[in-house]
């Protein structure tokens, strides 16, 4: 079954430091993957996607992402966090099934970042 | 451009009522998307349309149908809503686009609160 997985719940760090998000997934065939930010009260926003090429991502916000093949995995990732990158993220990945052009996403549960002052 | 938009922002109903979320984007997708959000659930997909005059069924279409009423509009209607029911619904749509399939990205609106009492 194709599936996305954010394993931690939640994700505590201190303004200035490195933070990482996880995400690992489950499909039948190439994945196309995203990652998705959601402030309070507010729809989500896209990120940063990989479909093919370079395994480092570049997105909005300072954010990358590291696809991972061999570890099937896609973390999200910045070098220095801000209290304003407090927000749900969301992992996605393209459904493959059932075949054809379906558009649809399979999405993780999230994980909520808190960036401590 | 707005983007996309939905109506109404906070709704409140009783048990049996109906009513129609309105969602409209002015960005030429062709796919449109109705997701519920409840906590600790992520986000779980009612309906979508690959395209105009198409719709189909996502993971938790019961109580809900949907229209897609041109390329821009993509109403959800609850007929006899339950309390069951409250949540946030997100409407999102996206590009297609046949060469490359690399469009996958989502773009939100920003959600309707709905109580079910």
């Known amino acids: 079954a194709q599936s996305v997985a954010q394993p931690e719940d939640q994700v505590n760090v201190a303004e200035g430091n490195p933070l990482t998000v996880k995400c690992t997934y489950s499909?039948?065939?190439?994945?196309?993957l995203f990652w998705y930010v959601q402030y309070p009260n507010r729809g989500l926003q896209f990120l940063l996607k990989y479909i093919t090429g370079d395994n480092l991502v570049k997105g909005s916000y300072g954010f990358e992402a590291e696809f991972n093949k061999s570890q099937t995995s896609f973390h999200l990732k910045k070098p220095s966090a801000l209290v304003s990158d407090s927000a749900l993220y969301f992992c996605?990945?393209?459904?493959?099934?059932?075949?054809?052009?379906?558009?649809?996403?399979?999405w993780g549960l999230g994980t909520s970042l808190a960036v401590n002052p | 451009n707005a983007g996309v938009t939905q109506t109404p922002k906070f709704q409140v109903l009783k048990t049996g009522q109906s009513m129609t979320l309105q969602c409209a984007q002015d960005m030429n997708h062709n796919s449109m998307y109705w997701y519920r959000q409840d906590p600790g659930m992520g986000l779980r997909l009612i309906y979508y349309?690959?395209?105009?005059?198409?719709?189909d069924k996502g993971e938790v279409p019961n109580g809900y149908n949907v229209s897609r009423l041109n390329k821009r509009e993509f109403s959800l209607r609850l007929e006899s809503a339950a309390p069951s029911q409250t949540s946030v619904y997100f409407c999102?749509?996206?590009?297609?686009?046949?060469?490359?399939?690399?469009?996958?990205?989502?773009?939100f609106g920003p959600g309707t609160r709905l109580t079910v009492t």
């Open positions: 349309s690959a395209s105009e005059g198409t719709t």
């Open positions: 499909v039948s065939g190439n994945p196309y």
């Open positions: 996605a990945v393209r459904d493959l099934l059932p075949r054809g052009n379906n558009r649809k996403l399979i």
């Open positions: 999102a749509s996206a590009l297609r686009d046949r060469a490359q399939y690399s469009s996958y990205e989502q773009y």
